[in-house]
């Protein structure tokens, strides 16, 4: 038996964790580069991006194989990314820079969203870490810090009470454009007090992204510096595989569920409920077709019942499916069931009165098999194409 | 030794063909409804949608097992799909509408493009029938009627003179939305002179498809009826097999060019060219995952020479690649040179002049192998979403 505690802010909630965010210069006005320190040596377990071109941050976390550490350093702004053995060099100055100022720093982590292909601008990261103060305390300038295109910070904290005692967990992320199915230019780092094994925190990590990370969309693309990283002081000496697993899955379904929401200019959420697929894979690819589709982004947008999109979206995947066995409904309101059309004027009115709401399901049984996937995905519309079009010029 | 001589309009080129469009209320203003009708029964081939939910249309065709015919009969506004049996009765239905009328009409062919899951407005399409002349020779008319969003008809007619004598062939084609790597909802009709064997016609059709149709891209979706259909009288008695081939091959890619360029919203349209691929078909993923990702398309938009997003897709696309072994160029101006960044100043002003163009090539050589592939796709701007936010409600 267990419960969660929402609590209010995020990593300063957990004692021995530290957080905040200085003025680099990289954005005009607001934070740029955070931290989050730890008091006492953390287990780190980390998954990537499976994009071909890992960014340099990434590559150099691989090769020294960090599996403690005490600071992270990200910034926003610059991506570090497809700058080759430079880049690389890059992290390395900073971590000089960061143990030159800081003697408790044990095994630095950076971390990096932003322009692809511009080397890091050193002199300014540089001249914000003499300007960290690791007696801070505050996630929202942390969270603002390694902020892109979105529009708020995103960060959640629960207190976990078990029948042998209590711990923490604490996350914040970034995320907006380029979110897609598989977990795209997002930066998610979670904080713990739960005595986790170490061996059990990567496998916790992927099982949890599944259902959380992997399965949000904006806009299908996979950036090269995705990153999830979980960071555990161990200092509650209380671990139950249960509760933990359920408050990791809460915390990264909340805050992917909030990348999601600021999707560039999103106005809505739909989530697409995929059941009676062949297999939970096949369920998958059409829940991820459906919330990556151009045409269904729109019809959200629009808030338009178009189901032909829909039906026609999933016969394009490629998995297995029949018009006779196929269902939808946007939330209880059946368009179309196994052949036959029920889309007459009123249902459509229905429909259309669901989908007015901010977050609302369209379901979709298949009728093969007992595959099923939920995934989520938010609607495209003029401000997507504004922020997009000139992201960078 | 062979060479093609473009003629003004389509179909009307070639003596046995007559074709129109006709008024039957589908459509506020435009045709709606058009025909092509060949005095002599022609040998017929098609390719369809890879959509598991295939239109009533293409099922009627494929049950029927059509190989001869002289008559076909496009309606717009209306699929046809997720019909089901009353979907192929109602196609019945106009067919001996048709017979009624025609005496001369031998295995008619029916084709439909427009909104998914309603049912044909018979009565309509039955008054238009009584008002189609056989002795029409209007292929304008006829390409407007098939148009959906289309903003322009679209057609091309060659004469093509070989040493043995000059063969005809000409083309009409919708597309606008909708439009994917896997041919989605076009239409292209294609009737031709040309004494080619019946055997020959659908392997070519297939052949000339993966480099035309099959390489274009609006939307990355494909809808329930997509339908390239090839019409032969063989009233030339001439064939060449390479002649053929190459204005069959130039008709597809004419067509398919008119499509992308008039894809929903778009200002411009880009030749993503891949080179030095594993093989051909990670060349076409490539040269695919680029004309089908959001961030390039509002790149494009934007004019925004942004080859970091370009560099991105193509590490999330699943291919083999390599930064050190990358290359990108907007036409001749290279901005990442295997592992080198050369997007300076001058050079991002260079791409951003290429980019200002309204057609231009982006290169992309991965220095992996030998694999090739060039794909087309359309920027994605604000009148993208205002089509397809308001298309159906």
Not at 120 to 149: C, H, Q, V, W, Y
Not at 151 to 163: L, N, W
């Amino acid at each position: 038996m267990f419960r969660l505690i929402p609590l209010k802010g995020s990593i300063e909630n957990l004692e021995n964790f530290f957080c905040g965010g200085v003025k680099a210069g990289l954005k005009e006005q607001d934070y740029d580069v955070g931290f989050i320190y730890s008091k006492k040596i953390c287990s780190v377990a980390a998954i990537f991006t499976e994009n071909r071109f890992k960014a340099a941050p990434l590559i150099d976390f691989e090769r020294r194989g960090v599996t403690k550490s005490n600071f992270l350093l990200v910034n926003s702004k610059n991506a570090n990314a497809l700058t080759g053995e430079e880049g690389i060099e890059d992290i390395q100055t900073i971590y000089r820079a960061l143990h030159k100022k800081f003697e408790h720093i044990h095994e630095p982590i950076m971390s990096s969203t932003g322009v692809i292909g511009v080397r890091l601008p050193l002199e300014k990261i540089e001249r914000a870490i003499d300007g960290i103060d690791l007696s801070k305390r505050n996630s929202l300038s942390f969270a603002r810090a390694i902020m892109t295109t979105d529009s708020y910070p995103k960060m959640v904290a629960f207190e976990v009470i078990t029948d042998n005692g209590s711990f923490k967990i604490a996350g914040v992320a970034k995320g907006a454009g380029m979110i897609d199915p598989s977990m795209a230019t997002m930066l998610a780092f979670i904080v713990t007090d739960a005595s986790i094994e170490d061996k059990e925190m990567k496998p916790l990590l992927k099982e949890c992204a599944k259902t959380t990370f992997n399965a949000i969309s904006v806009d299908g693309d996979r950036s090269t510096n995705d990153t999830v990283l979980l960071f555990s002081d161990k200092s509650s000496n209380v671990y139950e595989k249960e509760a933990f697993r359920f408050a990791l899955e809460r915390v990264m379904h909340e805050l992917a569920l909030m990348i999601v929401r600021d999707g560039e200019g999103a106005t809505k959420v739909a989530a697409f409920d995929i059941t009676g697929a062949k297999n939970d894979l096949e369920a998958q690819i059409a829940a991820k077709a459906l919330s990556n589709s151009l045409l269904v982004k729109t019809a959200l947008f629009g808030e338009d019942p178009n189901w032909g999109r829909i039906a026609s979206t999933i016969g394009a995947c490629g998995i297995e499916c029949y018009p006779e066995r196929l269902k939808i409904s946007f939330e209880d309101v059946t368009v179309y069931d196994r052949g036959k059309i029920l889309f007459d004027s009123q249902r459509e009115k229905a429909a259309h009165n669901v989908m007015k709401r901010s977050e609302f399901t369209i379901k979709c049984d298949l009728g093969v098999g007992k595959g099923s996937f939920r995934a989520y995905g938010c609607d495209l519309g003029y401000d997507y194409v504004k922020i997009n079009a000139e992201y960078r010029t």
